[in-house]
T-cell receptor, first 116, second 116 residues
Framework: AQSVTQLDSQVPVFEEAPVELRCNYSSSVSVYLFWYVQYPNQGLQLLLKYLSGSTLVKGINGFEAEFNKSQTSFHLRKPSVHISDTAEYFCAVSQNYGGSQGNLIFGKGTKLSVKP | NAGVTQTPKFRVLKTGQSMTLLCAQDMNHEYMYWYRQDPGMGLRLIHYSVGEGTTAKGEVPDGYNVSRLKKQNFLLGLESAAPSQTSVYFC???????????????FGAGTRLSVL
């Protein structure tokens, strides 16, 4: 069975500081990896994805993530955050074969709070 | 460009009442999903559909039924609501016609349901 662990439930950070949101996954098969963002009272929006190729993935709003297969991690980073980045961030994996292909398994989320 | 539309946005039910949540997508997507989001739990898959007339159980299907009579609509029903079903419900959909597209889910804005 696959699972996703987001190591921090809340991350407070000051504006213009760098941030890293950590995500580890477990799976006995190869997976695809995603980060979604949820702004207050809204649905989820895809931030970035790793499907294949380069392990460094760039997404929207200046975010990037690096797939590390040996450490089974997919940490999200941004070099300088803005107040508008305040949101909840979800890491997710999907199985890339079989009957459940494409179904997403989500982590429990990390609330990023950017303070002025 | 509506994307994925969920109705209603808010609903309060009494224990034992029934209701149906509607999800409509205008992107001609084959796959559709229903998730529930609870604080500290992330999103968990309730049911999903791989095409018109088909449905399958997800991680937490008990107490819910679904139907996909039309390709663009996916209905989630609660026959006898319980307080444990108080949650935010999200619908999502995805394509299947390309490697990249088939791995991106598009989410609705959610339905906030309270069961008293």
């Amino acid at each position: 069975a696959q699972s996703v662990t987001q190591l921090d439930s809340q991350v407070p950070v000051f504006e213009e500081a760098p941030v890293e949101l950590r995500c580890n996954y477990s799976s006995s098969v190869s997976v695809y990896l995603f980060w979604y963002v949820q702004y207050p009272n809204q649905g989820l929006q895809l931030l970035l994805k790793y499907l294949s190729g380069s392990t460094l993935v760039k997404g929207i709003n200046g975010f990037e993530a690096e797939f590390n297969k040996s450490q089974t991690s997919f940490h999200l980073r941004k070099p300088s955050v803005h107040i508008s980045d305040t949101a909840e961030y979800f890491c997710a994996v999907s199985q890339n074969y079989g009957g459940s292909q494409g179904n997403l398994i989500f982590g429990k989320g990390t609330k990023l709070s950017v303070k002025p | 460009n509506a994307g994925v539309t969920q109705t209603p946005k808010f609903r309060v039910l009494k224990t034992g009442q029934s209701m149906t949540l509607l999800c409509a997508q205008d992107m001609n997507h084959e796959y559709m999903y229903w998730y529930r989001q609870d604080p500290g739990m992330g999103l968990r898959l309730i049911h999903y559909s791989v095409g018109e007339g088909t449905t399958a159980k997800g991680e937490v299907p008990d107490g819910y039924n679904v139907s996909r009579l039309k390709k663009q609509n996916f209905l989630l029903g609660l026959e006898s609501a319980a307080p444990s079903q108080t949650s935010v419900y999200f619908c999502a959909s995805r394509q299947t016609d390309s490697f990249i597209a088939k791995n991106i889910q598009y989410f609705g804005a959610g339905t906030r349901l309270s069961v008293l």
